[in-house]
């Protein structure tokens, strides 16, 4: 099993920045990519950025030049600075964790809220 602990949500203006973490414990070593997705009220779940074990990234175009992924060293935190918001980027955010089983887990989410 995978554990993933969200942190950095919140309250910002429409060009402000915030920084989303996520910890990771239990079998991280089966883990072969973490990624980002967040979900508006009324809206499906989409994915915002992911990065492999290898260090590959990809991002949703709507993020591109804005957000950025990365792992530390030790690849048990997955960071997401995120720059320039726009109130369209208002949604919760959820850690994600992908095995290479196929297998997903998913952090609680946290709330990130852009304001004109």
């Known amino acids: 099993q995978v554990q993933l602990v969200e942190s950095g949500g919140g309250l910002v203006q429409a060009g402000g920045s915030l920084r989303l973490s996520c910890a990771a414990s239990?079998?991280?070593?089966?883990?072969?990519?973490m990624g980002w997705y967040r979900q508006a009220p009324g809206k499906q779940r989409e994915l915002v950025a992911a990065?492999?074990?290898?260090?590959?990234?990809n991002y949703a175009d709507s993020v591109k030049g804005r957000f950025t992924i990365s792992r530390d060293n030790a690849q048990t935190t997955v960071s997401l600075p995120m720059n320039s918001l726009k109130p369209e980027d208002t949604a919760v955010y959820y850690c994600?964790?992908?095995?290479?089983?196929?297998?997903?887990?998913w952090g609680q989410g946290t709330q990130v809220t852009v304001s004109s």
């Open positions: 994600n964790a992908h095995t290479e089983y196929g297998y997903h887990y």
């Open positions: 239990g079998s991280i070593f089966s883990i072969n990519a």
């Open positions: 990065i492999t074990s290898g260090g590959s990234t």
